[in-house]
């Protein structure tokens, strides 16, 4: 205990400047060096995306869709007094129309009368040759006629064409601004596309968030019918699967007379699909294939002499765990349609209530069950004649599985209303999944983005933007084609399976691995630190009191 | 003593084809020595290729209609297998092999490509639908699993333009083949396992056999030109312990029977009642289809052609003299060939039907007809470097040589060494190998593919050796279940001569091998960190220190009131306070 305490020598100037810029040196390239390498290293890669301009897509301030249609109108009188016809019908049409986005506009055909005459004809782009530009929505034929009640119109049913026949007093005067036949054609005109500014209408209030000051109001049943229908169609694809199936829970029929029963009832109708999409057909057979046994039996009524299915079993008939309907291969979505040949103790079978045989699942197909007309038993094989009922109602079936309106009864406007609405539907909801990837960028920051997903941002509003401008130019065939490869893009943008990977893989797991070497370093610097920062204090604390 | 001829005229019956819509199955059942019980379930079915192409199909399954379309596959083979075929107590192969596969999944088919690189991406486009319709691993079949055969395999189809088919081949000897995949297969028949034959069809039974193996064939068939049909042919065949099938379901456990059913032996003394010395059971042990298959057989599938005595579906292969009992209530018809020993039944439409064979005393036997060739493959070596492959086939027939392909398809890691390749015949010089394919391996992008041409004369053993080296994975690479080894395919014998019987073939397999790779500790990546981490910070803390401390005497260092001295301070209060004043 005995032992003299000597003070050490007192630190030289030097000593210590050399220690507290050695811990100094140490610690900026801990700081500066250290941290930015490993924050670099480890940081996952994020590319640029251009959320702004995503969002504004979503809520829809870049493309505000305009739907104008071109009318070319076909009169057998001089140009000017049918130019004159066309303004007096145009402004009784405009007054008429309440949805200003869908917008018809009325152009002079080169009509057949001045043809005839031989006159040289200026074109001064208010004339259109109404055979040759595809762009054309209707082409109304003004035909004068002597006889008969006057004026009135003919739809035809296979081709864009309105035929209007009048008397030749009820062309306007030069001087008037208005005419029986002028109001005639505004009034037909209006009533052609009622249900398609209908749907467009719906589209734009339910599915985009573009602010529509004035939207066509519509009756509380029309919006329902208008969401009915928006539900059951698939969405558009250029190619979609046809698969015809027969089921049976016995082995009767084994056999069906399948393709001249497509050949007569489905071809026709796909051929005049053909120009909007693709489709491939498949057919099979299946035996012992009962409905699902989840659902309960059918029960035999006696008033209807026939076994009843439930209707709140219909959604369960399909049995999907035996029977084969997995989709077709390739791009493009499968349609199912399912003929069911019930058991021979159980037919009739109907649907309880309206007494149908036929359904439609809404996005996937439809059925129909065929029972044998009055006490026969069907052979071993199913002609012609014993599907033609089954195939009626399976193209009815395909219409509004494909969308396609009901109204008017011209198949091609019909076809061209599809392609309008299709365009539309297309271009909002690849907007909206624009929308949603910017959200999930800024919502989740520790998933990758990959320059993949970059490129399909930008290919989809670049296609947006063609697909905006060509709805305003009238060119709906090329708007859908575009708009649907937007849509795809922004699908596969959305749906980049690299960004889901490393959600898992939080930053507390990098810590808890490097920890071991951060650990032993950090401690003598910050030990360091703090005790050369007290010597500093007290050195302060003993000059101030000195 | 009775020849045996009769399968041979089976495998004739069948094989007749047509080219329009029909469908055939048959079921053979033929009981083996040490009462196993053979059953071979056949289905086949035809689509006229018009109607295929236009895909309206009708006993075809659409969904593998689709598959083949869409891959350009014109044949494919498929085989789900399990188990291992004992050809010396067995004899040979229900279909001379043609319709056997290697354990596990095999798959080999012919694409219509133009270039290689197209047939490979078809390839991969039919291995990945087809994963998904049999719920099997076959997407796992890539570039290094697959290779191409050049002698092994011969299309059994009639093609028109061979230029463009290449020929694929790819195994999975590890997987294991269950009732996911038996499904599936059922879905595809006409009938669905509901009615005919393929009711019996059940995965308790199936996947509890000695052996067994799902195999689906396709292929073109044509019978004059233009006149083609495209034949799907689905077969199950296995090998069944009567006794271990017969157990019920609900009570699978062995145990032991009550001593008053057993026959003991009266001629040896006991020195108690509960004891016996049980004889040897000589009789033919009873069975029926219930018991064996654990369901009844539904009546016949209606869609069979009822044509050339093709709707008798069930034979069975017995004595003349051994009796069986028919259990339905429908009509049924029985018709006897090849010299009473085969016996055909056609079913009732709709009612059960059920074959008994009560327990019966045999005095003869049928004669199994003796396999080709006899071939075992083992692993031999020991360590975890090197080891050496042995496969030995003997020809046991005292008369005829016999020329065979024998293919090896290896894994990238297991490197053979060719120059080390001997084959040796036990009874004679010279060199058995007439002709060799070798394509090396390249690590991680194909595996090795041997093909050798082999000529044994009659009665003699071939011994067929080579080294290879294991090589060592990534850490990435190894499976889940590393330490259990690695499965390599087994090798495929395929007979030239004798001349087979049909387009067919003749094939043998060897069973797979499990290779024992070196393994590495799993935790090893952290335990690496771990230490380099600890070393640089014990260099980084020595530097650091030298460089921030100051050194002093040992007599000048700082009093410091340290935590020694802060306790004792305590304590010495603590004893003043115990103490007291």
Redesign the interface.
């Given at each position: 205990m005995g032992s003299s305490k000597v003070n050490p020598p007192p630190e030289t100037k030097e000593s210590v400047w050399l220690r507290r810029s050695v811990i100094l040196s140490f610690w900026l390239v801990a700081v500066l060096l250290g941290l930015p390498v490993w924050w670099k290293t480890t940081a996952i890669y994020r590319a640029e995306l251009p959320l702004q301009t995503m969002t504004d897509w979503a809520d829809g301030k870049v493309c505000k869709p305009v739907f104008p249609l071109r009318i070319a109108v076909e009169v057998p009188i001089p140009p000017s007094e049918a130019q004159h016809l066309i303004r007096t019908t145009q402004h009784a049409l405009d007054d008429l129309n309440e949805f200003s986005a869908h917008h018809l506009r009325l152009m002079l055909a080169d009509s057949p009368w001045v043809a005839n005459t031989s006159q040289q004809i200026v074109s001064d782009g208010t004339t259109v040759d109404a055979r040759h530009e595809e762009d054309i929505a209707l082409l109304i034929r003004l035909i004068q006629v002597g006889t008969g009640n006057t004026p009135r119109s003919m739809l035809r049913a296979y081709s864009p064409t309105l035929d209007i026949y009048y008397a030749a007093n009820q062309l306007p005067s030069p001087s008037s601004t208005g005419s029986p036949l002028a109001t005639f054609m505004a009034q037909e005109l209006h009533k052609l596309f009622d249900e398609e500014q209908a749907l467009l209408a719906y589209l734009l209030s339910t599915k985009s968030k573009i602010p529509t000051a004035k939207v066509k109001s519509f009756s509380p049943e029309t919006a329902a019918e208008l969401e009915r229908q928006s539900t059951i169609a698939f969405k558009y694809a250029p190619t979609y699967h046809l698969t015809f199936s027969l089921f049976t829970p016995t082995f009767i029929p084994s056999d069906w007379r399948i393709e001249s029963a497509l050949k007569q009832y489905i071809s026709p109708f796909l051929d005049s699909f053909a120009s909007i999409s693709n489709f491939t057909i498949d057919t099979q057979v299946q035996l012992y294939s009962a409905y699902s046994p989840s659902i309960q039996k059918p029960v035999y009524d006696e008033d209807q002499k026939a076994w009843l299915l439930r209707k709140e079993d219909l959604s369960g008939f399909i049995n999907a765990a035996e029977w084969p309907l997995s989709p077709s291969i390739g791009a493009g979505p499968t349609v199912n349609f399912v003929l069911y040949v019930p058991d021979q103790a159980e037919t009739p079978l109907l649907v309880q209530g309206s007494g149908a045989n036929s359904w439609l699942i809404p996005q996937w197909g439809g059925v129909v069950i065929l029972n044998p007309s009055g006490t026969d038993k069907f052979g071993p094989v199913l002609t012609k004649q014993d599907l033609a009922p089954a195939m009626h109602t399976f193209s009815d079936q395909l219409m509004s599985l494909l969308g396609l309106p009901r109204a008017p009864a011209s198949l091609p406007l019909r076809l061209s209303t599809l392609v309008r609405s299709r365009a539309a539907s297309l271009l909002f909801s690849a907007s909206s999944t624009l929308g949603a990837l910017a959200r999930l960028y800024n919502a989740l920051p520790s998933i990758p983005i990959p320059d993949k997903v970059a490129k399909s941002v930008d290919l989809t509003t670049a296609h947006l933007q063609h697909a905006c401008d060509n709805l305003r130019g009238g060119r709906f065939r090329t708007a859908l084609e575009h708009a649907r490869i937007a849509e795809a893009e922004a699908e596969k943008a959305f749906f980049e399976r690299s960004m889901v990977g490393q959600v898992y893989f939080p930053d507390e797991h990098k810590v808890a691995v490097y920890l071991p070497l951060l650990g032993p370093i950090a401690v003598p610097l910050v030990m360091a630190a703090l005790k050369e920062l007290q010597s500093i204090i007290r050195a302060l604390k003993a000059r101030k009191n000195a | 003593m009775l020849s045996f001829l009769p399968l041979l005229l089976f495998n004739a019956l069948i094989a007749c084809t047509a080219a329009r819509?029909d469908y055939h199955e048959r079921l053979l059942l033929r009981p083996l020595p040490q009462s196993a019980l053979l059953a071979s379930f056949t289905f086949r079915s035809n689509e006229s290729s018009g109607a295929f192409e236009?895909?309206?199909?009708?006993?075809f399954?659409?969904?593998l209609g689709?598959?083949l379309q869409?891959a350009h596959t014109k044949e494919l083979h498929l085989r789900f297998s399990l188990g291992r075929w004992d050809a010396s107590n067995w004899g040979q192969m229900p279909w001379n092999g043609a319709r056997e596969g290697g354990t596990g999944v095999e798959l080999w088919a012919w694409v219509e490509a133009g270039t290689e690189e197209e047939a490979f991406s078809r390839w991969l486009a039919l291995t990945n639908?087809l994963s998904g319709?049999f719920c099997a691993s076959l997407n796992f079949i890539d570039a290094t699993k697959t290779i191409r055969p050049v002698m092994s395999f011969q299309p059994e189809g009639d093609h028109h333009n061979m230029s463009r088919l290449h020929l694929l081949h790819g195994t999975l000897p590890h997987e294991v083949v269950c009732t996911e995949n038996l499904t599936p297969f059922l879905?595809l028949l006409?009938?669905?396992g509901?009615?005919g034959i393929s009711s019996l069809l059940s995965g308790h039974k199936l996947f509890d056999a000695s052996w067994q193996t799902m195999s689906i064939d396709v292929r073109p068939v044509c019978q004059k030109e233009g006149d083609c049909a495209v034949e799907i042919e689905q077969g199950v065949d296995m090998v069944l312990d009567l006794e271990r099938a017969k157990r019920p379901l609900d009570n699978p456990i062995p145990r032991p029977l009550p001593i008053e059913e057993i026959s003991c032996d009266g001629s040896k003394p006991y020195n108690a009642p509960d004891t016996c010395y049980p004889l040897t059971r000589t009789a033919d042990s009873s069975w029926s289809l219930n018991e064996v298959f654990g369901t009844s057989l539904h009546g016949a599938?209606?869609?069979t052609d009822d044509r050339d005595g093709n709707s008798h579906t069930v034979c069975i292969n017995v004595q003349p003299e051994r009796e069986i009992q028919v259990k339905t209530a429908g009509e049924y018809d029985e018709s006897r060939s090849a010299s009473e020993t085969l016996r055909c039944y056609k079913l009732p439409v709709g009612e059960a039907f059920d074959l008994v064979l009560p327990e019966q005393q045999m005095t003869t036997g049928l004669v199994l007809p003796t396999p080709p060739l006899y071939a075992a493959r083992s692993i031999n070596g020991h360590g975890q470097e090197r080891g050496s492959v042995q496969a030995v086939i003997r020809n046991p027939s005292t008369t005829d040589a016999v020329e065979f392909i024998y293919l090896e398809s290896l894994p990238w890691f297991m490197k053979p060494y060719l120059h080390t390749l001997r084959a040796v015949i036990d009874k004679s010089e010279g060199n058995p190998v007439k002709e060799t394919y070798y394509r090396p391996a390249v690590d991680r992008r194909r595996g090795s593919h041997l093909e050798l041409r082999v000529v044994i004369p009659a009665d003699s053993s071939l011994s067929l050796t080579y080294d290879f080296d294991k090589a060592i994975l990534r850490y990435t690479e190894y499976p889940p279940d590393a330490n259990r080894g690695f499965d390599a395919a087994p090798a495929v014998i395929r007979l030239l001569s004798p001349r087979p019987p049909d387009r067919k073939g003749v094939y043998t397999r060897t069973t797979s091998l499990l290779l024992q790779l070196p393994t590495p500790d799993f935790s090893m990546p952290?335990n690496v960190?771990?230490l380099?981490?600890?070393v640089?910070?014990?260099a980084?803390?020595n530097i650091?220190?030298l460089?921030?401390r100051?050194f002093?005497?040992a007599?000048?260092?700082?009093?410091r009131r340290g935590l020694r001295t802060i306790l004792q301070g305590k304590l010495e209060r603590f004893k003043s306070l115990v103490k007291g004043p």
């Open positions: - | 819509s236009e895909q309206n199909f009708r006993y399954p659409r969904s689709q598959i869409h639908a319709l879905k006409p009938c669905k509901k009615a599938c209606p869609l952290y960190i771990i380099t981490s600890t640089m910070a014990l980084f803390g650091f220190n460089l921030v100051r002093v005497g007599d000048e260092v700082p009093s």
